[in-house]
């Protein structure tokens, strides 16, 4: 390994992927390419723009991977990327950089990204989701990644009882109802198109009632919210709080916020991870 | 304080209060009492049955108290107990005992006993419900109880949206549908006196959604229910888990089990509250 090396972050997801490091200045220096369809062409790209953004060597990696991913091994089963299925990315990575490489979901690694740096800053309990195509989670504890016995996956709650179907089999999991995948089931439309205030005051419903579980399993003081389906800003975060507030009671509302970071999470995240994994 | 006391629990409910230590054999010795209406007289009550149990003094405390509470205070509020209102509990057990005293809810103890003695032994992330009056839960994490910015109340998760008002003034909380004030409101009858199958059943499926939620969230190795509402034993437990193993698909099912420690489970977790405090 390349003491004395750079940190770097690797964001990779279905469709693009990207390298970072800190430039110093409380910025980013970053390098992207379009993801490709194989693993051993992927990560030929990524060593070579590892190199060019940090040609002093590499001393760490945080990576931040489409799940499912498997911590133990180090593995990758992108659900989009089949090229990619059952490759040891952690491995290869650290074999073609000779640096320490870790690794966690692109929904954890944002959620750190966020605590740290982004709209869950100076919190000690914190929740992120990011509602896009599907709807991920990360749980950020006294600032570390809880996995619990095996990871959180908070968009397969059941926020409607026997309501539409998920892609992962179950009913009204809040990914079905949500996400851009759910949306175009339920209505046949791309979120996107949809203008109808109806239509996002139920978003936003279902959306607090993830909000409000939440806060009741996991009392954070923030949940932040990011992705596509957030873009909308205040006409989908004014009525969430607004709903939120409504359901939760007992405790105190936590802030319920967008992104701070939007597209960087993912990198800003990896960067985090790479570096408080160095503090272990 | 009485450096060389024992470490006794006590477990202040609304009807019943006891006081406890180990026997060094692996049981009990416990002494009860009917909780007094008044806090003054209820303290001199409970400082009688420690002095009693432990004649050589009292070095620590461990108290399970019915909430709300004040964790930073150690003033109750206890609901069905106005007597007891804006008492400094814990300032008054230490002053009278002259012994270390800390703290917590009754089902927050209750998960903590469990996880240590009970049903969650061996478990990184447990969580505990006890279905009874109401629904209380607590949230272990690596054996100390996780409060995130004030406290869990997962008994206050939405399972049934726009369903039954609660309590909180939410509507189709986990407890306003399943616990015994839920059942009452919404049957006009008591659990007991129920014996309709597809009643139960219903029962079996609000409990899975909290159960699918709770493991999607945190990803428990178990999850343990207690409580009056939970003494059906297999006419619960087998639909329950059953339903909760039909919502929970991408993760691995948590154990779903009854409480292993029963009405003891607050005694033994105010023990291992005093206990695991002292470890700090």
Chains 1, 2 share one sequence.
Not at 25 to 52: D, K, N
Not at 53 to 80: K, M, Q, W, Y
Not at 138 to 159: F, M, N, Y
Not at 244 to 260: K, Q, T
């Amino acid at each position: 390994m390349s003491e004395g090396g750079a940190t770097i972050g690797i964001d990779l997801g279905g469709t693009r992927m990207r390298v970072g490091r800190r430039d110093g200045r409380g910025g980013l220096i970053a390098e992207r390419a379009l993801s490709p369809a194989g693993a051993e062409e992927g990560v030929a790209q990524l060593v070579a723009l590892a190199r060019r953004i940090a040609p002093e060597g590499v001393a760490r990696v945080g990576v931040s991977a489409a799940g499912p991913l498997d911590f133990a091994t180090g593995v990758i089963v992108p659900l989009n990327m089949p090229g990619w299925h059952h490759y040891p990315l952690v491995a290869e990575l650290s074999r073609q950089l000779d640096a320490a490489v870790v690794m966690d979901n692109d929904a954890n690694v944002a959620a750190l990204g966020e605590w740290r740096e982004g709209a869950g800053r100076g919190t000690r309990t914190m929740v992120y989701y990011t509602v896009s195509t599907g709807v991920g989670s990360g749980v950020i504890l006294e600032g570390r990644i809880h996995h619990g016995a095996h990871d959180t996956e908070g968009g397969h709650q059941v926020v409607w009882p026997n309501g539409p179907v998920c892609g992962c089999g179950n009913r009204g999991c809040l990914e079905a109802v949500v996400s851009g995948t759910g949306i175009r089931n339920r209505t046949g439309k791309r979120g996107e198109e949809i203008d109808d205030p109806a239509f996002w005051d139920e978003i936003a419903f279902y959306l607090a009632v993830g909000v409000a579980n939440t806060a009741n399993l996991l009392c954070p003081e923030a949940i932040i919210l990011g992705g596509g389906i957030t873009a909308r800003g205040d006409q989908l975060f004014v009525p969430l709080r607004e709903k939120a507030a409504g359901m939760i009671r007992i405790l105190p509302v936590p802030r319920i916020e967008p992104s701070g970071l939007g597209q960087d999470s993912g990198l800003v995240g990896a960067l985090v991870l790479a570096e408080t994994s160095a503090e272990c």
